[in-house]
């Protein structure tokens, strides 16, 4: 599904763990499959897509949080609490999406125009 694990932080909010098991879609048919056919994201977990500005939850089984990056990882959209089967996006700024497991955004008190980094673990 990606190449490699990756891990996300916030470093708007003091370097606020986002995730330290961030895999990257970057094929075609990565970012196609998404989290599909998985049971859930556990604390950590998340899927970093790009290119894209827009992400659906269809067929999918539980809700997440997602950040919408600009080219700069800045956050330039939220989706929080994405339920099944609903859709965000698209975000003209956004070329990535970085999704995570629900309620993370809130814990980590995540803001439009907040700096992102992710990079190796």
Same mark, same amino acid.
């Given at each position: 599904?990606?190449? *490699?694990?990756?891990?996300?932080?916030?470093?708007?909010?003091?370097?606020?763990?986002?995730?330290?098991?961030?895999?990257?879609?970057?094929?075609?048919?990565?970012?196609?499959?998404?989290?599909?056919?998985?049971?859930?994201?556990?604390?950590?977990?998340?899927?970093?897509?790009?290119?894209?500005?827009? #992400?659906?939850?269809?067929?999918?089984?539980?809700? #997440?949080?997602?950040?919408?990056?600009?080219?700069?990882?800045?956050?330039? *959209?939220?989706?929080?609490?994405?339920?099944?089967?609903?859709?965000?996006?698209?975000?003209?700024?956004?070329?990535?999406?970085?999704?995570?497991?629900?309620?993370?955004?809130?814990?980590?008190?995540?803001?439009? *125009?907040?700096?992102?980094?992710?990079?190796?673990?």
């Amino acid at each position: 599904m990606g190449d *490699g694990v990756l891990r996300a932080v916030d470093a708007t909010r003091g370097g606020a763990v986002l995730g330290d098991r961030i895999l990257l879609a970057a094929t075609p048919w990565a970012r196609m499959r998404g989290l599909l056919g998985r049971p859930g994201l556990g604390p950590g977990e998340g899927l970093w897509i790009r290119p894209t500005n827009a #992400i659906h939850m269809f067929f999918m089984r539980f809700a #997440i949080d997602a950040l919408f990056l600009s080219r700069d990882l800045e956050v330039v *959209g939220m989706a929080r609490e994405l339920a099944p089967w609903r859709m965000a996006g698209p975000v003209w700024l956004a070329r990535s999406v970085l999704e995570l497991p629900a309620g993370t955004l809130a814990r980590a008190g995540c803001e439009i *125009g907040d700096r992102i980094e992710i990079g190796p673990r």
